[in-house]
């Protein structure tokens, strides 16, 4: 089966650092993505992974280990607009289909 | 670039009645649509694919008469909800994706049956 789990809510203040883990257990898997969504809004792209290790980009970075089925979304300098649900979400084997995490609810406090 | 539209971006409908959704890849030419449904403070889940000139391929638990899919040409999906029911009220948003890893969202459209 499917299942991808992030934690449900986290809280954060302006410029600190914050890490959203994602864990996944998927019938194949391509590379894992994730996206930042406003509510009321689509969701945005942030970041790709296909092979282990961390990618940088800006204030943002994400690692992704294969083996142990696991992944993280570091955020740096939280500014306030950080403040949106932030979504794990896994592309299945030769597929381009993409199954979502449960997402996880991130409020940056001043 | 890259830039996918839905219309409309909210709706209100009766219960009983049709609503159709549309998609639109605004300059590219997108292979492959998704839709997905979001109800409040869940995530994505995806409902089906849709390949152009081809039958769109549905997720478990989506019915396929109820959700009528349509992918005419390589800019334009529509999504269907009959005899829509409160329960199908939801934001419904799509995604369309050429040969890139990347699939490029719409802006999503909320649906309220009534």
């Known amino acids: 089966g499917q299942n991808i789990d992030q934690p449900t809510e986290m809280t954060a203040t302006e410029g600190a650092i914050v890490q959203i883990n994602c864990t996944y257990q998927?019938?194949?898997?391509?590379?894992l993505f994730w996206y930042q969504q406003h509510a009321g809004e689509a969701p945005t792209f942030l970041s790709y992974?296909?092979?282990?290790g961390l990618e940088e980009k800006g204030r943002f970075s994400s690692f992704l280990s294969r083996s142990k089925g696991y992944s993280y979304l570091l955020l740096k300098e939280l500014q306030m607009k950080d403040s949106a649900s932030y979504l794990c979400a896994v592309r299945r084997g030769n597929t381009d289909k993409l199954i979502f995490g449960t997402g996880t609810r991130l409020q940056v406090f001043p | 670039g890259a830039v996918v539209s839905q219309h409309p971006s909210w709706v209100i409908c009766k219960s009983g009645t049709s609503v159709k959704i549309e998609c639109r890849s605004l300059d590219f030419q997108a292979t492959t649509m998704f839709w997905y449904r979001q109800f409040p403070k869940q995530s994505l889940m995806l409902m089906a694919t849709s390949n152009e000139g081809s039958k769109a391929t549905y997720e478990q638990g989506v019915e396929k008469d109820k959700f009528l899919i349509n992918h005419a040409s390589l800019t334009l999906s529509t999504l269907t909800v009959t005899s829509a029911h409160p329960e199908d009220s939801s934001f419904y948003i799509c995604s369309a994706a050429w040969d890139s890893v990347e699939q490029y969202f719409g802006p999503g459209t909320r649906l309220t049956v009534t």
């Open positions: 998927t019938s194949g898997f391509n590379g």
């Open positions: 992974n296909v092979l282990d």
